[in-house]
């Protein structure tokens, strides 16, 4: 991957599929992203998909 932006490597890294080197770009583009509309809509994004939808998890009880 040629120049990936902190949204694809949070995807692949979601996914289990990032290299070493990867990782360390990953972690590069936290450092110099910090703070950034870019860097703050990739992570919302993110956290988005990973949320269920609000009727599912509204209200419920745990079974026993």
Known sequence: MENPTI???LEK???GELSRDEFDLFLEKLKKEK???Q???AF???FEG???PEN???NQKPKK
């Open 7 to 9: 949204k694809e490597l």
């Open 13 to 15: 890294l979601s996914k």
């Open 35 to 37: 703070g950034t509309n």
């Open 39 to 41: 860097l703050d809509q």
């Open 44 to 46: 919302l994004e993110f």
């Open 50 to 52: 990973l949320a269920p």
């Open 56 to 58: 599912e998890c509204s």
